[in-house]
């Protein structure tokens, strides 16, 4: 309920205080500032929080004093104090002291006095052991000056002559955070005979001194008061953080302080432990009050680090949206010649946010800079990229030779989907002032953009001028952007109207669907064989293949298996050398493909215009997988003995390849070895057990006759059961190979207990090998 009673105190939650009181919890728990849920009222500035409180018997403690008093000032401090009624916080009669330290008897001397001089005598014979031994985290000395901050005048004029001889008998006593008396007599309304008691070279804990409190939370005039006291020593004094008091005005938001510090000498480009000078403050708290007044003094062309970058003060101005202040500065500070170029980044920083009267003004001061590039780019560039129509239309008004340094303004447009940018810019003239490249760079980056419209508004435009011959070339640059991205929707915006037909061959000198066959990109394989005008057997000039073709050779079984299904070629079907789709595959090294070929009965025995088998040109093109793969799957006798004789012979000349033709051998080798232990009637099925091959064994099990057996009676899943193989039985049952009672004795009596485990657990059940 601690945790609870504190939040919703600060939270302003008083259903949540309620149900605390009807719970009868604990109105008065401190957390570890020593504050009670009052003082979280007080710190959210949730007056009916606290009037609840207080009207339950909640009563501050002198860290709830402390909390209220660092306040602002104003109607609802006062309304707070008047709440929490002082009189009875004292802390001279504070309940949390009362007992340790005074008692009201010799208090009334004190408190009852009249003049100036009979306080004084009476503050002499108070008991100061006691005063010190109040209870922490403060001195009850400490206490009595934080209830003068409050700006009671009844409090002050009780308290005055008691803060004079206390500060003179210990001016250099400290509480548990290294404050001294100067230290708090900083931060409260000063009178003149305060003035001779403060020493402005003592440090808290913090490394603050009496001006950076003041600097921070004093009354205007206080602070006048103590600054006439201060020495230029004192103006630099840095805390912990490497921060003088000017740091402290501006983090307080406050100008008129600012402002004298300046004029008293403070150093405004002085950098603290984070290398931040003041303005780098005042510009990530958004204290606008009191950029102007440092904008006066710092040097804006002197940069300090974000992040691990280097920013001048006024390219973050011009970066966010504080035109006043940036417009100040450039008077302020105007430059020319090379230090002009310090200020090369702004035009950009000002037309990436589209800020127009900063551009004026800029322009003004430093016109030059504008036809400077940065990233291969203008500003105006940047502006069309992020569509700020109006800063486009002034520099179009102010910029006579806007066109001549305009040649990428519509490919900006387009790579930002700025419809309405590419609009303005035809109206104002652009086509008559740029290059065809210009154009087919502006089509092809609209082609590929996110924005619909803007794609179609450049496709109709440079259509309806006539210019087919550029616009093809870019448009070609965008559909073969769009295919490599798999983007349906970038597609359509070129062949939708049929303006730009399917067989169209591409800058890769292949028509789209044989790009994106090539490629593997499935969405746009399927969206291209959907168009009426598709042709999967038109003959690109690249390769000289079809489209199912460049599929097979391509690196994506999903395309090639969509194509396949949707014109169902028979799988005798031969290009003009006599290859099939599996000679090719092979070629390639698909191997997915290679396998999706063979399951759909591609033959891989048949020969092509050269003479060659697919299992051959394997054994040329050093693929093994493939190579293991087929030997497996059946290839003729005749075709082994020509590999075996031609990888000899290479291997025998000892050239670059004998590592190449040797590797051929071993597959054969082993193939041979794995065959030379099958039993009588053993069949393929049995053989990819042996080899213990997934892709062949794969194939096999969907086509063959799971439950065939040898000579000794053994089928395929035995055979598993016996060599103790988890992905053979998995496969084998998986397509459909029933599990009995001898698979399961078989791996017990061969030591395959894991096998056994899962032949027991899918006995009489059908397994998903997909899953």
Sequence with gaps: GKRSAHFAARYHQLEVLEEIVKRKG????????????????????????????????????????????????GPEKEKMAALLGYDALDPYVHPDTQKETLSEGELAQFLEAT??????????????EKLLSAREPLPLIFCL?????????????????????????????????????????????????????????????????????????????????????AKPEDLEAVDQFGRTPLFYAVRGNRPSIVRALLDKGANVNHYDNQHFPPFALAFFKKHSKVLIPLLEWCDVDVPFTIKGQEITPLECLAANEMTEAFVFALKRHPVGGAKAEKRKEIPFLLAERGDLEGTRHMMKAHRSLFFEKQDKMFPWDRAALRGHLPL????????????????????????????????????????????????????????????????????????????????????????????????????????????????????????GLHLAASQGSLEAVKYLSARPDANPYQIASKNGATALESAAQGGNPTALRYLLEKFAPPVETVNEKGETLLHLATRSGRLA???LLLDQGYDLNIRDG???????????????????????????????????????????????????????????????????????GETPLHLAVRSQHKGALTLLARSSVLEGKDGKGQTPLHLAAALGDVNAVRILVGHGAKVDEKDIDIAKQQGKDDVAKLLESLEGKVYDACA
């Design 26 to 73: 604990d109105l008065q728990a401190r957390d570890r500032k020593g504050l009670t849920p009052l003082g979280h009222a007080i710190e959210g500035e949730s007056y009916e929080a606290a009037e609840y409180l207080v009207r339950n018997g909640c009563k501050a403690s002198a860290e709830d004093l402390v909390a209220l008093r660092k306040r602002q000032g």
């Design 115 to 128: 003049t100036l001089n009979d306080r004084i005598t009476a503050a002499e014979r108070l008991p100061f």
């Design 145 to 229: 000056i934080k209830v003068c901050s409050l700006s009671h005048k009844s409090y002050q004029d009780q308290l005055h002559p008691f803060i004079i001889f206390a500060a003179k008998k210990f001016p250099k006593l400290r509480d548990a955070e290294g404050y001294t008396f100067s230290h708090l007599i900083a931060s409260i309304p000063l009178r003149f005979e305060f003035k001779e008691l403060v020493d402005l070279s003592l440090r808290n804990n913090l490394g603050q001194t009496p001006l950076h409190i003041a600097a921070r939370e004093a009354p205007e005039a206080s602070f006048e008061m103590l600054l006439s006291l």
């Design 392 to 511: 486009l239309d002034y520099f179009c008004r102010e910029v006579p030779e806007f066109f001549k340094y305009g040649e990428d303004l519509l490919w900006h447009a387009a790579l930002g989907g700025q419809r309405e940018v590419a609009a303005f810019l035809v109206e104002k003239g652009i086509l008559e002032h740029i290059s065809d490249e210009a154009k087919e760079k502006a089509i092809a980056a609209a082609g590929v953009s996110n924005c619909k419209e803007t794609a179609r508004f450049y496709a109709s435009l440079f259509v309806k001028e006539g210019e087919k011959g550029h616009v093809y070339e870019g448009a070609s640059k965008a559909i073969e952007s769009a295919i490599a991205l798999n983007r349906v929707n970038a597609l359509s915006h070129f062949y939708e109207k049929g303006e730009f037909p399917v067989e169209m061959e591409l800058g890769s000198q292949m028509p």
């Design 593 to 595: 493909n290679v396998m």
């Design 610 to 680: 050269f003479g060659y088998t697919p299992q051959e040109i394997a054994a040329i093109e050093g693929r093994r997988d493939h190579l293991e793969l087929f030997l497996l799957m059946g290839a003729d006798e005749d075709s082994i003995e020509r590999i075996v004789g031609r990888a000899k012979s290479e291997a025998a000349k000892g050239t670059h390849l004998q590592g190449h033709f040797e590797g051929v051998l071993s597959v054969v080798e082993k193939f041979r070895a794995v065959s030379s232990q099958c039993g009588e």
